[in-house]
């Protein structure tokens, strides 16, 4: 079983910048993509942003152009880098890898934007 450890959650002004990270608990020897969801309360879990295996990445409408994923393969670690944040942006973030056809969640980090 792997575990994804999340941090970097927090409180930030709107207009500010945050950078969410992620890594497994032991190396896995093969992910397929590594990415990040959100969710409010009473609305389902979102894509927010994946990256491939082959480096492609894929972002929500609603953070194109401020948010960007990266990845250290090395160290099979992901991050979300959040800029221009907006009050909307406000949610927990589950990072969330794919591995061998599986799904393996992050216990999710809470992000808050202030107006």
């Known amino acids: 079983q792997v575990q994804l450890v999340e941090s970097g959650g927090g409180w930030v002004q709107a207009g500010g910048s945050h950078r969410l990270s992620c890594a497994p608990s032991?190396?896995?020897?093969?992910?397929?993509?590594m990415g990040w969801y959100r969710q409010i309360p009473g609305k389902e879990r979102e894509l927010v942003a994946v990256?491939?295996?082959?480096?492609?990445?894929n972002y929500a409408d609603s953070v194109k152009g401020r948010f960007t994923v990266s990845r250290n393969k090395a160290r099979n670690t992901v991050y979300l880098q959040m800029n221009s944040l907006k009050p909307e942006d406000t949610a927990v973030y589950f990072c969330n890898f794919k591995i061998l056809n599986r799904d393996f969640w992050g216990q999710g980090t809470q992000v808050t934007v202030s107006s």
């Open positions: 032991r190396t896995a020897f093969r992910i397929d993509a």
């Open positions: 990256i491939q295996i082959d480096g492609f990445t």
